[in-house]
């Protein structure tokens, strides 16, 4: 493989054989701990919360494929520790490396891990507070058709009052729609609404996933049903 080439510590270079890699959500964890810092097997391993013998075996991937580096050796009593670090502060993975199909698969399996936290902590919430839950199909008045996840068919318990815990399912919407300059404004609020809360240390941590993009496929093709 060419020697990766750094641009403002940003990877500008990669194998496009170890692209599809990288860019997986689950694969791309192990380069975290040495991202912009040092450090030992150790200590990634307590972090990442993964085996030694694990860590080991996939530092040995990222130094093949160039991401990753022995900075220094640290003595500790009569040991000698490796220190390593990626190559560069910022890994830039350009997709015009991979054809459109792996591109598209790649990003379903950068979504595939916390889709599936993400089920199983709804999981959780139906153990913990019993009720008929279900799916609600109602129509929309044009056509088409809404479905929401609630507690009771009847009544008015949903995953919004106040003695639910935070859980907001998000869901896809196919019946929105604007002007590019309203599009705009959403995406904006919504980046504003986010930025308000990451970066904040509270007690639980959160999984969180808000989407927007313009719906491109043949309108034909696409039923008129939103899920929520």
């Not at 307590?46 to 220094?72: D, I």
């Not at 919407?173 to 990451?198: I, N, S, W």
């Not at 007690?203 to 989407?211: G, M, P, S």
């Amino acid at each position: 493989m060419d020697r990766p080439v750094l641009i403002n510590g940003v990877l500008h270079h990669l194998d496009p054989q170890r692209a599809p890699r990288l860019i997986d959500g689950w694969e791309m964890r192990y380069l975290g701990p040495f991202l912009g810092r040092e450090a030992t097997l150790s200590a990634a391993a307590r972090q990442l919360g993964v085996s030694l013998s694990r860590l080991h075996y996939q530092v040995g991937r990222l130094q093949e494929e160039g991401l990753l580096e022995v900075t220094r050796l640290e003595r500790r009593g009569r040991r000698e520790l490796k220190v390593y670090r990626a190559v560069a502060d910022v890994v830039f993975v350009p997709f015009e490396l991979l054809p459109l199909e792996t591109v598209e698969v790649a990003l379903a399996r950068a979504d595939a891990p916390w889709l599936t936290f993400f089920l199983r902590s709804l999981a959780r919430v139906w153990r913990e507070h019993p009720g008929q839950w279900g799916m609600r199909v109602e129509g929309t008045g044009d056509g088409g058709v809404r479905a929401s996840i609630v507690a009771h068919p009847e009544r008015a318990v949903d995953l919004a009052d106040a003695g639910m815990p935070a859980v907001h399912l998000g869901g896809w919407v196919t019946d929105l729609r604007l002007d590019f300059q309203e599009a705009k404004a959403l995406q904006h609020e919504l980046g504003e609404v986010l930025a308000r809360y990451v970066g904040r240390r509270g007690a639980e941590r959160y999984l969180l996933q808000v989407r927007l993009a313009p719906l491109l496929e043949d309108p034909g093709r696409v039923p008129n049903v939103t899920v929520r």
